[in-house]
C-alpha cells in the first residue's frame, strides 16, 4: 500500500479563492473591506517569514493587511497600548500578535488583551471557552486547517476513532474539541501516555502535533489510517543541508497509511487558509452581516 497525499496547497488554494469571493461580495455588497492587523515583536526571521506569508495572501484575498513591526526592546505597556488602538480600529477586523513574544513581555495578558471579536488565531480565553462548550467562536486556525484536511479524504468523521497526539492549547486541545464536534471518537496522548505506540495504531485518524522529528513510525499507524502530520522541524539532510521534518517517520508512514499530509504542503498552507477565513468572518460579524458561506 502507498498512501494518498493530501495536497494542502491545492486544498488551500481552492479555499482562499472563494475566500476572496467572499470577501469581494463583502465589499461591493456592503461596504466593508476585511483588515488585518498582524504585530510582530523583535527581529526573529522565522517569524518575519511567518508574518510576511500572512500579509501577502491577505493582500491577494482582496484585504486590508496592516503590518505593525516593533523593535525587541518594545516594552508591554507599549505593546498592550498598540493592541488597545487596533481593538478601537474600525478599518481592523483582525488582530495577530505573532508568537513568541520576548521573555520579558506577558503573551497571556497580550492574548486577553486582543478583542475577541477580533481575535482571528482564536487565543482569547472568551474564544477557547465557548470553543470548549460548544458554542460559536473564532477556532485557531491550524486545528480548523486539519479538520478541512481530514475531510477531503474521509468526508464523514462521525464514529471514526480518533488519536490526537500533543496537548498544547495552540492545536492539540482545540483540534480534539472541533473533532468531537464531528462526532469523532476522540483520545487526546501526549508525552505521559503509556504505550504510545499502541493507542496510535487505534486511529482511523491520527493527528500529531508534538515538536519531535519523526517521533511516529510506520508501525504506529493502522493500515489505512488517515494521518495529518502538523509538526515543522528542521532537520539536516543529505551533504548537511536544512531541510523540514514533520513528527511522522514520512517514508515509513506512506507504506502504511490510506492518506497522509506531506511535510512540507500539508497543513501549514491550510493554517494561513484559516487565517483570512477568521479575517473574514470576524469583518461580517462586527457589519452584523450574515456570515459568509466558504
Same mark, same amino acid.
Given at each position: 500500500?502507498?498512501?494518498?497525499?493530501?495536497?494542502?496547497?491545492?486544498?488551500?488554494? !481552492?479555499?482562499?479563492?472563494?475566500?476572496?469571493?467572499?470577501?469581494?461580495?463583502?465589499?461591493?455588497?456592503?461596504?466593508?473591506?476585511?483588515?488585518?492587523?498582524?504585530?510582530?515583536?523583535?527581529?526573529?526571521?522565522?517569524?518575519?517569514?511567518?508574518?510576511?506569508?500572512?500579509?501577502?495572501?491577505?493582500?491577494?484575498?482582496?484585504? =486590508?493587511?496592516?503590518?505593525?513591526?516593533?523593535?525587541? /526592546?518594545?516594552?508591554?505597556?507599549?505593546?498592550?497600548?498598540?493592541?488597545?488602538?487596533?481593538?478601537? *480600529?474600525?478599518?481592523?477586523?483582525?488582530?495577530? $500578535?505573532?508568537?513568541?513574544?520576548?521573555?520579558?513581555?506577558?503573551?497571556?495578558?497580550?492574548?486577553?488583551?486582543?478583542? %475577541?471579536?477580533?481575535?482571528?488565531?482564536?487565543?482569547?480565553? #472568551?474564544?477557547?471557552?465557548?470553543?470548549?462548550?460548544?458554542?460559536? /467562536?473564532?477556532?485557531?486556525?491550524?486545528?480548523?486547517? &486539519? $479538520?478541512?484536511?481530514?475531510?477531503? +479524504?474521509?468526508?464523514?468523521?462521525?464514529? &471514526?476513532?480518533?488519536?490526537? #497526539?500533543?496537548? /498544547?492549547?495552540?492545536?492539540?486541545?482545540?483540534?480534539? =474539541? #472541533?473533532?468531537?464536534?464531528?462526532?469523532?471518537?476522540?483520545?487526546?496522548?501526549? /508525552? =505521559?501516555?503509556?504505550?504510545?505506540?499502541?493507542? &496510535?495504531?487505534?486511529?482511523?485518524?491520527?493527528? +500529531?502535533?508534538?515538536?519531535?522529528?519523526?517521533?511516529?513510525?510506520? *508501525?504506529?499507524?493502522?493500515?489505512?489510517?488517515?494521518?495529518?502530520?502538523?509538526?515543522?522541524?528542521?532537520?539536516?539532510?543529505?551533504?548537511?543541508?536544512? =531541510?523540514? +521534518?514533520?513528527? $511522522?517517520?514520512?517514508?515509513?508512514?506512506? !507504506?502504511?497509511?490510506?492518506?497522509?499530509?506531506?511535510? %512540507?504542503?500539508?497543513?501549514?498552507?491550510?493554517?494561513? !487558509? &484559516?487565517?483570512?477565513?477568521?479575517?473574514?468572518?470576524?469583518?461580517?460579524?462586527?457589519?452584523?452581516?450574515?456570515?459568509?458561506?466558504?
Amino acid at each position: 500500500m502507498t498512501a494518498a497525499l493530501i495536497d494542502g496547497r491545492a486544498i488551500a488554494a !481552492a479555499f482562499r479563492a472563494r475566500i476572496a469571493e467572499a470577501a469581494l461580495r463583502l465589499t461591493s455588497e456592503h461596504g466593508v473591506v476585511p483588515g488585518l492587523a498582524v504585530v510582530l515583536v523583535g527581529d526573529d526571521p522565522a517569524s518575519a517569514i511567518y508574518v510576511r506569508n500572512k500579509t501577502v495572501p491577505t493582500r491577494e484575498a482582496g484585504m =486590508r493587511a496592516f503590518q505593525h513591526d516593533l523593535p525587541a /526592546s518594545t516594552t508591554e505597556a507599549e505593546l498592550l497600548g498598540l493592541v488597545t488602538r487596533l481593538n478601537a *480600529d474600525p478599518a481592523v477586523h483582525g488582530i495577530l $500578535v505573532q508568537l513568541p513574544l520576548p521573555p520579558h513581555i506577558d503573551q497571556r495578558s497580550v492574548i486577553a488583551a486582543i478583542d %475577541p471579536a477580533k481575535d482571528v488565531d482564536g487565543f482569547h480565553p #472568551l474564544n477557547a471557552g465557548r470553543l470548549a462548550i460548544g458554542l460559536p /467562536s473564532l477556532v485557531p486556525c491550524t486545528p480548523q486547517g &486539519c $479538520v478541512i484536511l481530514a475531510k477531503s +479524504v474521509m468526508p464523514s468523521l462521525s464514529g &471514526c476513532e480518533a488519536i490526537m #497526539l500533543g496537548r /498544547s492549547n495552540i492545536v492539540g486541545k482545540p483540534l480534539a =474539541r #472541533l473533532l468531537l464536534s464531528e462526532d469523532a471518537t476522540v483520545t487526546l496522548a501526549h /508525552s =505521559r501516555t503509556k504505550d504510545l505506540a499502541a493507542v &496510535c495504531r487505534r486511529g482511523d485518524l491520527v493527528c +500529531v502535533a508534538v515538536g519531535q522529528p519523526e517521533l511516529v513510525r510506520g *508501525d504506529w499507524i493502522k493500515p489505512g489510517a488517515v494521518v495529518i502530520d502538523i509538526g515543522q522541524n528542521r532537520a539536516v539532510g543529505g551533504g548537511g543541508k536544512p =531541510r523540514l +521534518v514533520g513528527d $511522522v517517520a514520512f517514508a515509513e508512514a506512506l !507504506a502504511v497509511a490510506g492518506a497522509i499530509t506531506p511535510v %512540507p504542503g500539508g497543513v501549514g498552507p491550510m493554517t494561513i !487558509a &484559516c487565517l483570512l477565513a477568521n479575517t473574514l468572518r470576524a469583518a461580517a460579524a462586527i457589519a452584523k452581516v450574515a456570515p459568509p458561506a466558504l
